[in-house]
């Protein structure tokens, strides 16, 4: 049985992904975290949570509609693709600005058809336009215009199977790359409470001189509150530094953080349809207007990236036909350089 076969046609009601499911994701894991295989029992300890990543992120997948056909032609009958791109020629431009699709087809020499994740920002802006109300034409009414900025097209394969099964186990390399970016930032803050000990010990050593201790033989200022103040900042500090556990232990932290993000992917993944109705303007077309707009449901998803952001995401084929000659992308480009 194929793998994607095991992996998507699985009936839902099974928890556990199989045994090569949960390899390939380990393969990938390591990947990007060489070090957890240091941890005690580490591949015991992630199985389990890499079979629930993997089946939360196969029904994600699944649920996300079929591939729509980008392509200039089926512009003007698909309401979908006139709310994504302003013109025919928009989608021409795209494809052409994508180097991996360019890639991929110029690796693949016999395909016509290559199948592509198209990701975008959805951008609502409320402005002022016309509107028919109650049959009549009203200006400077306040509207909500609906645009799709930074489209790009990055994660290619062969079949639109392939391109899912890819989508599954990219799901849990982002988890994993998650992980590592929290983990850093306890390392970082680690070293921001030991190089504020350090501070903590030469004031502790400054009043000794001015008095605190012994010193009160040969100096006559008084400075317990100051005493008091950095004991209480050096015990903040020690505890601080306790919760973060010891460098020795800085492998299995990895290890802990990874496993805990893993075993609830929906804290940090999701996949949001939301349907609009839009007229040919991308206004969108309040429930109860007079007003003639068609219906597209955008499938938003929220991923645990740097900045943290919600992109519009879909399945589409592109044809070979459709890639514009090489070059094209920035034909006029100079007459943007000052």
């Known amino acids: 049985m194929k793998l994607f076969d095991r992996l998507f046609n699985r009936r839902a009601s099974e928890p556990q992904a199989s045994r090569e499911?949960?390899?390939?994701?380990?393969?990938?894991?390591?990947?990007?975290?060489?070090?957890?295989?240091?941890?005690?029992?580490?591949?015991?300890?992630?199985?389990?949570?890499?079979?629930?990543t993997?089946?939360?992120?196969?029904?994600?997948v699944c649920a996300l509609p079929p591939p729509r056909d980008a392509t200039p032609g089926a512009w003007a009958g698909d309401p979908h693709l006139r709310a994504m791109f302003a013109t025919p020629e928009d989608i021409v431009s795209v494809i052409g600005q994508s180097?991996?699709?360019?890639?991929?087809?110029?690796?693949?020499?016999?395909?016509?058809?290559?199948?592509?994740?198209?990701?975008?920002?959805m951008i609502e802006r409320r402005v002022l336009g016309s509107a028919l109300e109650g049959g009549v034409m009203r200006a400077d009414v306040a509207r909500t215009t609906i645009g799709f900025e930074d489209k790009r097209m990055r994660i290619c394969a062969e079949t639109d199977d392939a391109l899912r099964r890819d989508i599954v186990l990219r799901m849990v390399e982002q988890l994993t790359l998650e992980a590592m970016a929290r983990f850093t930032a306890q390392e970082a803050r680690r070293e921001a409470l030991n190089e504020e000990r350090a501070l903590l010990s030469a004031r502790m050593q400054m009043l000794g001189r001015r008095g605190t201790?012994?010193?009160?033989?040969?100096?006559?200022?008084?400075?317990s509150g100051d005493m008091a103040r950095l004991q209480r900042d050096v015990a903040e500090n020690e505890a601080a530094l306790a919760a973060l556990g010891s460098r020795a232990q800085a492998v299995d932290v990895q290890l802990r953080t990874l496993v805990d993000l893993l075993a609830e992917p929906a804290a940090l993944i999701s996949v949001t349809p939301r349907t609009l109705c839009i007229n040919q303007m991308n206004l969108l077309v309040e429930e109860g207007s007079d007003e003639c707009g068609a219906e597209v449901t955008i499938q938003l998803a929220r991923m645990p990236m740097q900045p943290q952001q919600t992109r519009a995401v879909e399945f589409v084929?592109?044809?070979?036909?459709?890639?514009?000659?090489?070059?094209t992308a920035l034909d006029g480009a100079e007459h943007w350089v000052l």
Do not use: C, Y
């Open 21 to 52: 499911d949960v390899r390939q994701a380990l393969e990938r894991i390591v990947a990007i975290a060489p070090q957890v295989r240091l941890a005690s029992r580490f591949e015991a300890r992630l199985a389990p949570v890499i079979g629930k």
């Open 54 to 60: 993997l089946g939360f992120a196969r029904e994600l």
């Open 99 to 121: 180097n991996e699709v360019r890639g991929w087809f110029d690796e693949h020499f016999t395909a016509d058809h290559v199948h592509a994740v198209l990701s975008s920002r």
């Open 213 to 223: 201790g012994m010193g009160g033989l040969v100096s006559s200022v008084g400075t």
């Open 317 to 327: 084929r592109i044809a070979r036909r459709d890639m514009p000659p090489a070059g």
